[in-house]
Nanobody, 122 residues
Framework: QVQLVESGGGSVQAGGSLRLSCAASGYRYNTYCMGWFRQSPGKERERVGVIYSVGGRTEYADSVKGRFTVSQGNAKNTLYLQMNSLKPEDTAMYYC???????????????WGQGTQVTVSS
């Protein structure tokens, strides 16, 4: 059974930093992607950043490029999201996901965690 558990959310002032973690277990595919998504009330879910298990390539939403970094632990069963220079518009529930790579595939076929709330005040 695949489980993804996020942690590290909280409240921070604009300009501050947070690091989110996602502990993954039970995922046994050799080639996969892991990623962070976010959603705030009344808005569509946004793909924040993704990392490919093979090669470690990363992709980011334009809204977070240069501020957020996605990485994996050495055992690749932990996903991180380092968020710097946070803005109020980064306020959202953040979810991690693991699943197939490819346009839209992670969103459609991936496994998801329960989410962790990030709130950035001005």
């Amino acid at each position: 059974q695949v489980q993804l558990v996020e942690s590290g959310g909280g409240s921070v002032q604009a300009g501050g930093s947070l690091r989110l973690s996602c502990a993954a277990s039970g995922y046994r595919y050799n080639t996969y992607c892991m990623g962070w998504f976010r959603q705030s009330p009344g808005k569509e879910r946004e793909r924040v950043g993704v990392i490919y298990s093979v090669g470690g390539r990363t992709e980011y939403a334009d809204s977070v490029k240069g501020r957020f970094t996605v990485s994996q632990g050495n055992a690749k069963n932990t996903l991180y999201l380092q968020m710097n220079s946070l803005k109020p518009e980064d306020t959202a529930m953040y979810y991690c996901a693991a699943g197939p790579c490819g346009l839209g595939l992670l969103e459609k076929f991936g496994y998801w965690g329960q989410g962790t709330q990030v709130t950035v005040s001005s």
